[in-house]
């Protein structure tokens, strides 16, 4: 997907209680291509618009498969501490 996209992507999905704005987004996935988790293509967006498209890489895919499960980790955590109050 391209960063527009990414974004609207997001926001859908968590249906509307995140919104991530550029100047947040374009700087992490800068981040993310320099750490090398993601790659990044030149193309054209649907409205015929140059766009830079991403998609995770092998070693991306790695880091997202850790990430989710310590974050699964710390959301049940913190669900057994809310339940017990």
Excluded: C
């Amino acid at each position: 997907m391209h960063g527009y996209a990414i974004s609207g992507h997001i926001q859908q999905t968590s249906e509307d209680v995140l919104q991530v704005e550029g100047g947040a987004l374009y700087p992490a996935l800068h981040r993310l291509e320099l750490r090398g988790w993601l790659e990044s293509v030149w193309g054209l967006s649907e409205n015929n618009r140059r766009a830079k498209y991403y998609r995770l890489t092998v070693v991306g895919q790695k880091q997202l498969a850790d990430e989710t499960k310590y974050w699964t980790r710390m959301t049940y955590a913190i669900g057994r501490v809310i339940e017990a109050a």
